[in-house]
Every structure is written in structure tokens, then in C-alpha cells.
């Protein structure tokens, strides 16, 4: 910090003058009177010699300049609470609702409790695999991919197909088969859950481990997110064009390059047909898990993700969130 020249006078006289003002009450006893005087003389002596009352060395006397207060923006507090309707109760273990444009957290419920995340690891399955691949790239199906443990679309063994098709189905039809053949096509099975991993350390989900592509549990827990990593993910997902299309679409069909193989998929979220403004995103079931939701819905001035684990009726538990934020919340109205 610099002092100028008369600042550094100034709190040398200031200092010398307590000095003696200091044994002037030694010698005196007339404490009051002296210090009155003392306030008043380095007042306006001050006030002459430096109007910003600026600060002066060593703390000798130290006086904060007024600042203009920040403007408040209300555009920053919506969505605004103004409901008094207490939250509904859930079945779900955690739960989360976050408004995506504002990036506020409207509900809350255990939202770091690491639990298994089903399929919904799909959706860094595709984000991954979007990486790999391009989308009119062959990946071929390997045997042991059919014998998946999962959701199937029944992909017949070293037939060939494209990887936008693969990465529809699975997203769509949460196809296990699908998913299994995006991650050994190109790379091996443990390098592509290597690249799963640090894609999601790039994308900052500290409390996440994926030890598969699938969503299975895997043993002992070791396949967990939470739901503050799951919206994470969300988001990087929904950013991403393919995939932000893919966990809209009603049905679809995959075709096999090599042969008249077709199968159709029906998506697992049952919303997409019953509630109005809903944008995807993806479904996950297992032993392990119970049910899990990542909900996206949105009309011209709102856009909200819910996201439930451990439910014991996910869809029942996302409707009463979505109701209770659309009645207690209010948004900007222009």
C-alpha cells in the first residue's frame, strides 16, 4: 500500500500529539476534558488537511469510504418462493428439483446420499461414446453383449450397425445390449469405464463411481451417484444435440447394416405421453437401486430437472414435485 508524503506526515503530528495529550493526563487527571479536546483537534485538523478521511498509517485512525450499494437485480431471486404448501412426501431415499436457466435449487432431500443410479449411467454412456464415435461410424455387436443381463433390444451378434442408431436405442429403449456394444467396439470394455469416470471428474460429480456402461449394480455398492451428481450430469447431457433428441423421442427403430434385422424401442418414460412440456431425460430400474428418475420439463419461462433415487414409485413421486414447485413458486412474468 503507498502512503503519500502528507498522509505520512499527517500520522506522525497525530501520533506526537497523543503523545502528549497522553502526559498531559498523567500529569492532570483531567481525562475527559483532554480527550474531548483530542477528538475535536484531530477531527478537524483532519477534515482540513484530507477530506476523503482516507486511512493513516498504522491504523492510527482508519475510516471506510461509502460505496455505492450493488443494484439489486430481481431477475436473480427468481423463481421466487411464495407458496406456504409444506413439500409433498416422497418415497424416494433422495431427491432434488433445480431450475436449469436459473441454476437454483428449489428442493432438496439427501441430495449427496451415494446410491446406485441404474440406467440412468446411460446418459454418460452417450456422452462418451459421442466422443469415440462419429454418428455414421459401424460398431459392430459382440457376442457377449448379447448375453447381457438387462434391457435388451435383442442386437444379434457381429452384425453392424450405426452409432447413432446404437446411441438411440440406448437412450430410448435403455438397451443394455446397446450400451455394452458402444463400449467394447472401439476400445476395451475397462478403458471405456476409465474414459466414463474422467469424463465425469471433468464434469465435477466428486461422489460418483462407474465400474460399467450399463447401470448394474455391481458388487458391494461400488456403482453409486448421488442426485447432485446425477443433475450434473443432466445438464451435460441435455447440451449435447444427439442426446438431447434422443431422450424426447417416443419409439424408435433400430436397422442392422448386414442383414433385415429391425427392432423397435418404446422410451421408458411414461411422461413424455402424459404430462405436456416434458423434455426427457431418463429412467433407471434395478435390485439395487429401485427406481430412479432424471425428469426434464419446461414451458416459455421455466425449465426444471427433478431427479428421485431410491423410489419406491418414481413417476408418483416426480408428479407431486412438479405440482408442488409449479404451485408454490412463482417466476418472472413480463
Same mark, same amino acid.
Given at each position: 500500500m503507498t502512503i503519500s508524503v502528507t498522509r505520512r506526515f499527517l500520522a506522525h503530528l497525530i501520533r506526537s500529539f497523543t503523545y502528549i495529550l497522553w502526559a498531559a493526563d498523567w500529569g492532570t487527571g483531567l481525562r475527559p476534558v483532554v480527550y474531548f479536546l483530542?477528538?475535536? =483537534?484531530?477531527?478537524?485538523f483532519i477534515g482540513i488537511v484530507n477530506s476523503n478521511l482516507g486511512s493513516v498509517l498504522n491504523g492510527v485512525?482508519? @475510516?471506510?469510504? =461509502?460505496? %455505492? #450499494?450493488?443494484?439489486? @437485480?430481481?431477475? $436473480?431471486? +427468481? #423463481? &421466487? %418462493? +411464495?407458496?406456504? /404448501? #409444506?413439500p409433498p412426501e416422497l418415497s424416494a431415499i433422495s431427491a432434488g428439483v433445480f431450475e436449469r436457466r436459473s441454476g437454483k435449487v428449489l428442493f432438496s /432431500? &439427501? #441430495? !449427496? *446420499? $451415494?446410491?446406485a443410479p441404474a440406467s440412468t449411467t446411460k446418459l454418460i454412456t452417450a456422452l462418451v461414446a459421442l466422443e469415440l464415435y462419429s454418428p455414421g461410424e459401424k460398431v459392430i455387436v459382440p457376442y457377449f453383449c448379447t448375453n447381457i443381463d438387462s434391457t435388451k433390444a435383442f442386437l444379434p451378434a457381429d452384425e453392424q450397425f450405426l452409432a447413432r442408431e446404437l446411441i438411440y436405442t440406448m437412450l430410448v429403449g435403455s438397451a443394455g445390449d446397446a450400451a455394452c456394444a458402444l463400449a467394447t467396439s472401439k476400445v476395451s470394455y475397462s478403458e471405456f469405464v476409465d474414459k466414463m469416470r474422467q469424463k465425469a471428474a471433468v464434469l465435477g460429480m466428486k461422489n460418483t463411481n462407474f465400474v460399467n456402461p450399463i447401470g448394474l449394480d455391481g458388487f458391494n455398492g461400488v456403482h453409486y451417484s448421488t442426485v447432485s451428481d446425477l443433475y450434473l450430469l443432466s445438464l451435460a447431457a441435455l447440451s449435447n444435440e444427439t442426446v /438431447? !433428441?434422443?431422450?424426447?423421442?417416443?419409439? =424408435?427403430?433400430? %436397422? @442392422?447394416?448386414? @442383414? !433385415?434385422?429391425? +427392432?423397435?424401442?418404446?422410451?421408458?418414460?411414461?411422461?413424455?405421453? *402424459?404430462? *405436456?412440456g416434458t423434455i426427457g431425460i431418463k429412467t433407471g430400474t434395478t435390485v439395487g437401486a429401485g427406481e430412479v428418475l432424471i425428469y426434464g420439463w419446461q414451458d416459455k419461462k421455466k425449465e426444471l430437472i427433478i431427479i428421485v433415487m431410491g423410489?419406491?414409485?418414481?413417476?408418483?413421486?416426480?408428479?407431486? &414435485?412438479?405440482?408442488?414447485v409449479l404451485d408454490n413458486y412463482a417466476w418472472k412474468t413480463d
Open positions: 483530542a477528538v475535536v =483537534y484531530v477531527a478537524f485512525l482508519v @475510516s471506510t469510504r =461509502y460505496t %455505492k #450499494p450493488d443494484v439489486i @437485480s430481481f431477475e $436473480k431471486i +427468481y #423463481p &421466487l %418462493k +411464495y407458496g406456504t /404448501q #409444506p /432431500q &439427501l #441430495p !449427496d *446420499e $451415494k446410491l /438431447q !433428441d434422443a431422450v424426447k423421442t417416443r419409439e =424408435y427403430t433400430v %436397422k @442392422s447394416l448386414t @442383414s !433385415d434385422f429391425t +427392432y423397435k424401442v418404446t422410451n421408458t418414460n411414461r411422461f413424455l405421453w *402424459e404430462i *405436456e423410489s419406491r414409485d418414481r413417476f408418483n413421486d416426480t408428479r407431486n &414435485l412438479l405440482n408442488w
